[in-house]
């Protein structure tokens, strides 16, 4: 039974299409630039201190501390979380996944696993992986888990998105089954004590968390998902058409309880996306809780959502709308089903020009974060910064480029100071850019 791991990047994907180049491009729409527009002004940049242990490559997820005292990254080459002093950068601690986590839910997890087949299996814990086949060194080598998100932090507990692999073995007779899982580890931080738990629907494998982003609402849980059953026999050439893909209910957030069961679908996949017939890395989204509501949006979206696909609000005053590109797509791409080339992040750009890459709560506003891709920027693309009320009215907009030899890794909120911080990767190292609305 083979599980499908997706992971959230800043950076665009180099993403599939079906058939020879389409000629396309996108409509350049005119600005209001009565706008107010926000100088964001340089406050302070801190440098992370790594040192011959601890160096930074793929940060998944960075925010701060409940107090903001602390920078926390999850690294998945590193297979950590890790603590930087806010003020001045400096390394404090490191969490680091291991097969302790798998071996914690193979003792705690005692329901039957269920294929495609039927077919039941059962975890096996770090005690058994010799029994079915797994050598010691495979094991260290391959089954690795590792944090990729933090899904709430407070002065007690870290509670972490993590992807597992663990082996399992059916109930009849003998095998080295893998499994690719989110699961969730939540640590004390006084006692270091931690717990797990699976996403994964195992009373229902058509829905499949990946673990690329949650958000905790209460004790409820909503994590980006899939249909798995789609993925598998899309992949098996089994839907070739508009009307085979129409058949599936293709959700992209499923809502869990606080042990991880599932519990309802929070939201589908648009419509221009299901018939375009380009998903996985086209169906990055972003979502946040503000004041206990969940808000989301899609990469190549022009709206923003509310739990179960209510449209909140149109995005406003962008110089194009990428939606238009996905419609284009969705006409040839069944006319050509054969697979030709990957697309390049400047092809993608021609197509679907402002991506949608970063949501975030500012005073209970929405500040939205979009990549615009145009030839003559230094990176061939720019960024434009949005501030939104819940109710949808653009209250401010900003534009800004990066700097190819000092690039934006990612961004996050300082609500004690109001900042908006640069995570940014030069070849000296990673710092954080502390920038105030004026």
């Known amino acids: 039974m083979k599980m499908l791991f997706i992971l959230l990047s800043i950076e665009l994907l180099c993403l599939p299409l079906f058939g020879k180049d389409i000629e396309y491009k996108a409509e350049k729409l005119p600005l209001d630039t009565t706008v107010y527009y926000h100088i964001l002004k340089l406050e302070e940049i801190i440098t992370l201190q790594e040192n011959d242990s601890i160096i930074l490559s793929s940060i998944s997820d960075i925010k701060l501390n ?8 999850c690294d998945r080459a590193l297979r950590s ?31 039957p696993i269920v294929d495609w087949n039927g077919i039941s299996y059962k975890f096996k814990d770090t005690t058994e992986y010799e029994e079915i086949g797994l050598t010691k060194e495979f094991i260290e080598g391959v089954i690795n888990s590792s944090f990729n998100f933090i899904v709430e932090e407070n002065k007690d507990n870290i509670e972490l998105l993590t992807h597992l692999m663990i082996p399992a073995s059916t109930y009849t007779q003998v ?13 004390n931080k006084t006692t270091n004590e931690f717990k797990t738990f699976s996403y994964f ?11 690329s982003i949650g958000v905790k609402i209460f004790d409820e849980y909503y994590l980006h998902s899939f249909n798995q059953r789609f993925l598998y026999e899309k992949r098996q050439g089994d839907v070739k058409t508009e009307d085979d893909v129409d058949k599936y209910k293709l959700i992209t957030i499923s809502k869990h309880d606080s042990i991880g069961q599932f519990i309802s679908v929070a939201a589908t996949i648009p419509k221009e996306y299901l ?17 206990d509501k969940l808000y989301y949006s899609y990469l190549y ?33 069944y006319k050509k089903r054969r697979m030709a080339k990957y697309l390049t992040p400047n092809e993608i750009g021609q197509y679907c020009p402002v991506s949608m890459i970063k949501l975030l709560n500012r005073k209970d506003n929405l500040l939205v974060l979009f990549t615009v891709y145009e030839e003559e920027h230094p990176l061939k693309m720019y960024y434009i910064l949005q501030e939104y009320t819940t109710e949808g009215e653009l209250l401010s907009q900003t534009y800004f480029d990066d700097h190819p030899e000092n690039q934006i890794k990612n961004v996050f909120y300082d609500s004690k100071n109001d900042y908006l911080c640069f995570l940014r990767k030069s070849k000296k190292g990673w710092t954080v850019e502390k920038r105030s609305f004026k």
């Open 175 to 187: 095998s080295n089954q893998i499994f690719n899982l989110p699961i969730n580890v939540k640590f």
């Open 275 to 291: 018939h375009a017939n380009i998903f996985e890395g086209f169906m990055d989204l972003q979502m946040i809780n503000i004041k």
């Open 301 to 333: 979206d022009n709206r923003i959502y509310l739990e179960n696909d209510n449209v909140l609000f149109n995005f406003k005053n962008l110089p194009y709308i990428s939606i238009n590109g996905l419609k284009k797509l969705s006409k040839e791409n």
């Open 66 to 73: 409940y107090d903001n005292s602390e920078i926390l990254i």
């Open 201 to 211: 629907n195992f009373n229902n494998i058509d829905y499949f968390p990946f673990t």
């Open 81 to 111: 979380v890790l603590n930087f002093d806010y003020t001045n950068g400096k390394y404090l601690e490191r969490k680091v996944s291991g097969l302790y986590i798998q071996h914690d839910l193979a003792v705690n997890y005692d329901k």
